[in-house]
């Protein structure tokens, strides 16, 4: 069975603009979730989208969001980027109530 | 203070040593108990899921979870060279779904 897959595995953007990840989840799961990592932080939540529907949101700005296909599939985007959103995004599929299974994370840096 | 508490280390051993990983926290809801371990540029990696208090064996890793003192932990018996890693505690409570709250990860090195 295929894992979760984030693209693209890298990316670099300057400040002020705006970028698009994109995950596919584990097929069959529904429930697709964000985090952003850190070296300071570590990993922080972002939301969770269950059948097309955001369940779930951390505290972060509204730059940060977020959305989902009606086949699971999810992207967020992060407009007027700024340096401080360099960062590890990590997107996570799981099954009702089960733990959560990451992908390998988009690296994104902004210049 | 942070809810989850996570030595950050780095915590190296000989090949074959007994590892124990901890982390402390602060929230009562936490209810569902994972460890995760994340090897360089990769995503954290799914170890161990416990519910509650007990304990939970897979293979060389051992899981436990005392709740009276809020203090969970990590056993990796024989460990191996490949085991160098960080590990990442993470929980969540009932009506939290998919909002874990993580440690800031032990990084961790079996030396051959």
């Known amino acids: 069975k295929a894992g979760v897959t984030q693209t693209p595995r890298y990316l670099i953007k300057t400040r002020g603009q705006q970028v698009t990840l994109s995950c596919s989840p584990i097929?069959?799961?529904?429930?697709v979730s964000w985090y952003q990592q850190t070296p300071g932080q570590g990993l922080q939540f972002l939301f969770e989208y269950f059948s097309e529907t955001q369940r779930n949101k951390g505290n972060f700005p509204g730059r940060f969001s977020g959305r989902q296909f009606s086949n699971s599939r999810s992207e967020m985007n992060v407009s007027t980027l700024e340096l401080g959103d360099s960062a590890l995004y990590l997107c996570?599929?799981?099954?009702?109530?089960?733990?959560?299974?990451f992908g390998n994370g988009t690296r994104l840096t902004v210049t | 203070q942070k809810e989850v508490e996570q030595d950050p280390g780095p915590l190296s051993v000989p090949e074959g040593a007994i590892v124990s990983l901890n982390c402390t926290y602060s929230n009562s809801a936490f209810q569902y108990f994972m460890w995760y371990r994340q090897y360089s540029r990769k995503g954290p990696e799914l170890l161990m899921y416990?519910?509650?208090?007990g304990n939970k064996e897979d293979g060389r890793f051992t899981a436990q979870v005392d709740k009276s003192s809020k203090y969970i932990s990590l056993f990796i018996r024989d460990s191996q060279p490949s085991d160098s890693a960080t590990y990442l505690c993470?929980?969540?409570?009932?009506?939290?779904?998919?909002?874990?709250?993580f440690g800031e990860g032990t990084q961790l090195t079996v030396n051959p």
């Open positions: 097929s069959g799961h529904r429930s």
């Open positions: 996570a599929s799981s099954l009702q109530n089960s733990p959560l299974h």
């Open positions: 416990t519910y509650s208090s």
């Open positions: 993470a929980m969540t409570g009932e009506t939290s779904g998919s909002r874990l709250t």
